[in-house]
Structures are given as C-alpha cells and as structure tokens.
C-alpha cells in the first residue's frame, strides 16, 4: 500500500473521556498523516450503547479540538454505519467466507467441557460451519478461519509478527441480536474509508490476526500495522491516575497548554536524538515510525509540569493572556483590562508552572480590597515603617511618568535620602502592595497596578497600622 496516499484514523471508543494512552494515538496517527500529506480521520467507536454517552463524545471532540489535532474527515459513528456492515457480512456469507450458526450457549459450553476434556483449547468446534444453514431466532455469523497455516504481518514498530490460525476460533461477526462484532464494524469500516494505516496501542496486537482475515475473505487490501508501546507510570506499572495521569481535559482545566502536553505525548515511545522540545513544525517533520521504539514509554507528571512551566516562560504575553483570561474569570473576575492582564502575564510568567498558579498570582492585580498573609503582616506591617510610607506616597503622586524606570529611578534617590537599604523597604512595601510576602519584583508589581492603586494600597495598609496601634 507504499503507492497510495496515507490514510489515518483515531477510533476512540465515547465510554469515558480521552486520556493519555489515547491521545499518544492521535498525535502519532495525526502527524504521520501530516508528515506524509495524507488524510486524519475522526472516527467515534460507539456501538456499546449501554457503555456509550454523548458527553464523553462532546468530551472527546473537545479534547481534540484543544490539542489541535484537527482531523481532515468524520467524525463518523459507527452507531450509524450498520448498512455498511450488513452489506459486508452478506457479502462474505454469500462468498461463502461466512455462515450462520445455530449452537445455543449451551452448546457452546458442551463443546469447550469436551475440549478441555481433552487438554485442547476451548474454542469452537465448528458444528455449523459446513452446513449451509440460513438464519434464525438466536443464530450468529461466523468468520471461516482457515483450519491450518499462520496469519503474518510486518508491523512498523514491532516487526514480523505471526500467529497459528489453529488457535483461532471461527470469529464471530454478527451476534444474535442483528448487531455486528468489533472486528468486522472496523474492519469494514476501514476499508469504506480507505484506511492505508493503522496504528494503536499494543493491547491490539492480538486483534490483528483476525482483522487480517476478514481483509483476506473480503479480497480487500491489507493496511500497514503499527503497534505502539504502551505507558508505563515512573514505578514501571501500567499508568493509572495515582501516576498523575488523568484525562486532557483535566490537564486543561489545571492550567497545563495543549504544545506543552503534546510535546510530553510524542516522546512516550518516540524519540529524535537527545532532543527533549520540539515546535509542532518540527514533530510533523521529524516523526517516523522507525524511530518509536518498541520498550514501554514512561509518563513523568513532574517532568511534564517543568516542560509546561518552559513552555508558558517562553511563549508570549499576547498568547498567555488570551489563555489566562477564562482562568481568571473562573476565578470570579469580570469585566477584564486586556493590557492589565497582558501587564500581569509578563510580570507572573517567569514564575507560573500552570496557568492555574498565574491566575492565583494574579489576584493582586484585579483584587479591589487585599487582605494581608498574618505573618507578613505581623512581621513587616509595623509602625516604623509609617512615616516611610507616607512619605514614599507623596513622591509617588508626583513623578510625572508611572513606569518601572521612573519608579526604581524615585527609589534610588529616596534610600539615598533615607540612607536605608531596599530590603527595609521592600518587603512591607509587598505585603502592603499584593498582602503576600512573596510576589514579582516590586517595582514591576507596581508598574502593573499603577499610580492610582499604589497610592491607595499604600495608604490603607498605613491607616491598617495606626489602628493596629490603638489597638
């Protein structure tokens, strides 16, 4: 299939949101495509209607659409697609690759006590198969597997993998109640949609065999297989939520971005030399199977959180404020100054890991009353540093320009004046300014608050001594 044009496509199943393992399969099946030109197809696996539900579908789109894993065709549900898997199944029945069968679960229980009667692996025996029966009330459709001779195929990640058809059952295609089985709803819908590709988890290896063989019946065309290692958790178990893995969206709503958790993605089982980061220009040129390996990837949460906080350090004030503003509005503040929050970005990014943490940062900014850390304000917040304040006020409302050079310039002459250090000052200045003890570098938090909202945190927090005095 090297000639033809590639055709990917992520078949998630709406039983729940996407999480990690699956979105590493979209990324790799979304850049191969684009890598090679070719076409990413969204396709919803939602046959189990008990299991199903529309928001995990919503959720899934949504998961998507923030990764900005575009997909080029779909997305298509099987749920509306069983013409086209009647159509295939009758089509094998009347080839003859196919029939029906009428063995009751009772039957079928009988033949597997008589095989392991026997030591042989209880499968079924095949009573149906030569029998040309038609359907009927409780009856299935079977697959014919070849009795004898393997099923083989070159997996782009793995290698040559084979399997002994005489440990496979006669598959099941339609079940008793009219609806078709997994392995014949995708492979009929692979080959309806051209799919050239397909690349998965691992867990799917041992589905291949079979899938195989309905192409084979089918005279259909084979696609390449990919298997893709799975994920492990830092301690080497299967990954799971106590690793830190939870689903895309939850990485959103903690403040993570999407290039940052794509970056963490392509490099669990795929790596480039010793390169860690990587533009989504770059991965899509970059990317090849050949360079997956076939050893498990590990998932890292902390290394993920550092490579997020590299990301927000290094992207711009224009990008991260467009992006911190819901975090923000979640946070209860309405009505936002675009150039505050610009202001606050480029002052908070330095020292944010998550856009939740710039948010929390950030309240200072858009507070309109602080309120003050105890132990800032028991240590800093005292009567010495009131006629400092005042005073410090006072030059405030006259420098002419409110700006971080015109502000740090005042200073400077100011502790020369006073003949203090900055740290004297400072500090109180802070707590009285954002009420924390940690914040930006002064002058830049003042910058961002500017003239009017200085002045007036300067005076409460000495009107806040005084009383603390009479008190």
């Known amino acids: 299939m090297s000639n033809e044009k590639v055709v990917t496509r ?21 850049l191969f495509s684009k890598q090679r030109g070719g076409k990413f197809i969204l396709r919803i696996e939602d046959t189990d209607e008990q299991r199903s539900s529309d928001d995990a579908t919503r959720a899934i789109l949504e998961s998507m659409e923030w990764l900005g894993l575009s997909w080029d065709d779909g997305p298509y549900f099987q749920s509306r697609r069983y013409d086209i898997y009647n159509e295939v199944i009758d089509r094998l029945i009347a080839g003859g690759e196919a029939y029906h069968c009428h063995c009751s679960p009772e039957d079928l229980e009988k033949q597997r006590q008589r095989a392991r009667g026997k030591g042989l692996k209880p499968k079924y025996d095949g009573t149906c198969r030569d029998l040309g029966l038609g359907t009927a ?97 830092p301690d080497k178990t299967r990954l799971s939520k106590r690793h ?110 998550t856009l939740v943490e710039m948010a929390e940062g950030a309240h200072f900014c858009f507070d309109e009353e602080i309120t003050y850390e105890k132990k800032g304000d028991d240590k800093f917040l005292k009567q010495g540093i009131v006629e400092l304040f005042e005073d410090l006020n006072n030059r405030l409302v006259a420098i002419p320009e409110f700006n971080q050079e015109s502000i740090e310039k005042l200073f400077i002459d100011f502790l020369e004046e006073k003949e203090i250090k900055l740290r004297k000052l400072a500090q109180p200045l802070r707590v009285a300014l954002t009420g924390k003890t940690a914040s930006p570098g002064i002058f830049e938090v003042m910058e961002v608050l500017g003239r009017e909202k200085v002045v007036e945190r300067i005076s409460k927090a000495v009107s806040h001594i005084k009383k603390k005095q009479v008190e």
């Open 244 to 353: 830190g893995a939870m689903s895309v969206l939850a990485y959103r709503d903690m403040g993570y971005l999407p290039h940052a958790l794509l970056n963490a993605l392509a490099r669990l089982g795929w790596s480039y030399g010793d390169q860690e980061k990587f533009s989504m220009e770059e991965m899509i040129e970059k990317f090849s199977l050949e360079r997956v390996g076939k050893a498990a990837g590990v998932f890292n949460a902390e290394k993920l959180l550092d490579l997020n906080a590299w990301y927000i350090r290094e992207s711009s004030d224009e990008f991260l404020s467009e992006r911190l503003t819901p975090f923000l509005e979640n946070q209860g503040f309405r009505n936002l100054d675009v150039g505050k929050v610009r202001k606050a970005v480029s002052i908070l990014k330095v020292r944010s890991k």
């Open 137 to 233: 009330p409780g009856s299935v459709v079977r697959l014919k597997i070849p009795l004898s001779g393997i099923t083989q195929f070159i997996d782009l990640v793995k290698g040559p993998i084979s399997f002994d058809n005489e440990e496979l059952d006669d598959l099941i295609i339609r079940r008793s109640n009219g609806s078709p089985t997994y392995h014949l709803a995708v492979v009929a819908d692979d080959i309806s949609l051209g799919i050239t590709y397909v690349i998965r988890g691992d867990d799917h290896v041992n589905n291949t065999p079979r899938q195989i063989l309905i192409y084979k019946a089918l005279g259909e065309p084979i696609p390449e297989y990919a298997h893709l290692p799975m994920i492990l958790g």
């Open 10 to 30: 992520f078949p998630p199943s709406p039983t729940g949101y996407l999480h990690i393992g699956g979105a590493r399969t979209a990324l790799f099946n979304w």
